[in-house]
């Protein structure tokens, strides 16, 4: 039977769909897209973050005139005469005792040739696995002096042409600093060598009495260290460092063996007033950074890995190579690669200028600044390079205080010399005795801002700072090869 009012004819109505479909097939899209929008939406603001830092840190970097790349590093290394280098002079000399490595330094040929270490007496002092280690407060043993005598005597006209070399007013080895990493440096041990050459020189001197001879020698190993002073590596400035630390160790020896005059001293105190290498760790840092950054660029990571020890599970060196070229412009293409360099541009920034302050509290906050790089290396995105290369920088500072602790303790040994030369050879109960007779003022340690300090020996004194651990030892001196952090002492035993 039809209903009332509808006709045989009249089709019966469809049932509604419900709408309630409508908002849950949104939602589902909302689930599906929106979270792959947000997250493409967080990747570009952090690559765009990243991109942005870079630029400014960068900028402010070129707008102080300094390098970013090691081809604008290259350009502050200029070449000069070869009439006024005295390195080309080293070289021939060097190269006329072992002509087939230099010719290969000289011409950059890869790998250079081996060089069979140089053999020593066991009984030379300084030079060599098994030198002798010489007392400052007794004569040096017969048998050490007669091998130190026997050397000298060998290597006089070596020496001879060595010191013709120093008389040359500037010096530049050919470096190419465009290799980064793979540079060839064999100049620097061969320098270490002969500022050690110059500080036996002075022990024979000394021990023989013959003061000006030794104040001669010492001042020329701390020359053949200045030679270094214009070349734009952290690794080259910290073997000038090492020179000028066996100047140091002559004059701790002759004030420890001899009594010397008191225009002998002021001769010595000029000297070492010369030796400050203020600003020289800024420069380092400075200079070391395009080092630091030639590692984003493919080419040096990949020849790295080909050329050391490092292979894929081939074996192959040279596919290791590719794929770490491969590798590392996919992770650039990503913006993978651009946290690790704002990482890395962040942190040697801060380090350069807590470096250009040179005081104590700058000297831990570097210290501190690149220990944290570990932490913030490890968050993603890992910065692989920055974790692998900046920590190594964490005691570059610590290095030149060291050294400069030292200076100005052996500044100070000079002044308590001419003390005891005005006192009948009385060594000063206390260092403000000096002042103002002896001495302006106190330097200051550069471990912690103080005075530096001071304690009579049963026999003659030691100036000392209390070194990297801030812990006072009373003086205690570093045992060879213990590794053991202690004072930094300039003793005079005499």
């Known amino acids: ?39 493409v939406r967080w990747y570009a603001s952090v690559r765009s973050s990243n991109a942005s830092a870079i630029r400014k840190l960068e900028s402010e970097v070129r707008q102080r005139g300094e390098p970013l790349t090691l081809a604008e590093l290259q350009a502050k290394y200029p070449l000069i005469p070869d009439e006024e280098n005295a390195a080309v002079a080293l070289m021939a000399l060097w190269e006329s005792e072992a002509p087939s490595f230099w010719q290969a330094f000289i011409k950059d040929e890869r790998p250079l040739p081996e060089r069979p270490p140089e053999k020593y007496d066991p009984a030379l002092p300084f030079l060599g696995a098994d030198a002798q280690q010489i007392p400052r407060d007794g004569p040096v043993n017969s048998n050490s002096l007669a091998a130190a005598e026997s050397y000298l ?11 013709a070399a120093l008389r040359r007013p500037r010096f530049r080895f050919p470096v190419k600093i465009e290799d980064g990493p793979d540079a060839l440096l064999p100049h620097l041990p061969a320098l270490k060598a002969e500022a050690q050459n110059f500080r036996l020189i002075a022990l024979v001197a000394s021990e023989r009495g013959d003061k000006a001879a030794a104040i001669t020698a010492i001042k020329e190993a701390a020359q053949t260290g200045q ?29 420890s063996r001899q009594s010397l005059t008191d225009a002998e001293l002021e001769s010595l105190r000029r000297f070492l007033e010369e030796m400050n290498l203020h600003g020289v760790a800024r420069t380092a840092l400075v200079n070391e950074r395009p080092f630091s950054l030639c590692m984003f660029n493919p080419e040096f990571a990949a020849r790295a890995a080909g050329s050391g020890s490092r292979s894929d599970d081939t074996g192959n060196p040279d596919q290791a190579a590719r794929s770490v070229r491969t590798g590392f412009g996919v992770m650039q293409s990503v913006g993978f690669m651009d946290p690790d360099r704002r990482l890395m541009l962040a942190t040697l920034k801060e380090a350069i200028e807590l470096a250009g302050q040179e005081t104590p509290e700058s000297l831990r906050k570097t210290e501190a600044l690149f220990a944290e790089v570990q932490t913030n290396a490890t968050r993603f995105p890992p910065k692989l390079l920055s974790a692998m290369m900046l920590p190594a920088l964490q005691k570059v500072l610590s290095r030149y205080a060291t050294y400069e602790a030292r200076r100005r303790a052996g500044l100070i040994a000079i002044a308590v010399e001419r003390h005891r030369l005005d006192h009948g050879g009385s060594v000063p109960e206390k260092l403000d005795d000096l002042v103002p007779a ?40 570093p045992k060879r090869g213990s590794g053991k952090s202690s004072d930094v002492t300039f003793t005079v035993e005499r």
Do not use: W
């Open 1 to 39: 039977m039809s209903e009332p009012g509808r006709t045989a004819a009249t089709p019966p109505p469809l049932p509604r769909r419900s709408s309630s479909r409508i908002p849950l097939v949104l939602i589902l899209a909302a689930v599906l897209l929106v979270p792959p929008a947000l997250l």
């Open 153 to 163: 005597s060998e290597k006089a006209s070596h020496l001879e042409q060595v010191r």
């Open 227 to 255: 030679i270094l002073a214009s070349e734009p590596l952290l690794i080259s400035q910290l073997v000038r460092v090492a020179c000028l630390g066996c100047a140091l160790d002559g004059v701790e020896q002759l004030l």
């Open 438 to 477: 002896q001495a302006p003022a106190i330097p200051s340690d550069p471990f912690d801002g103080q005075n530096l300090r001071f304690r009579k020996l049963a026999r003659g004194y030691v100036v000392y700072s209390i070194g990297s651990d801030l812990q006072d030892d009373g003086g205690k001196e």
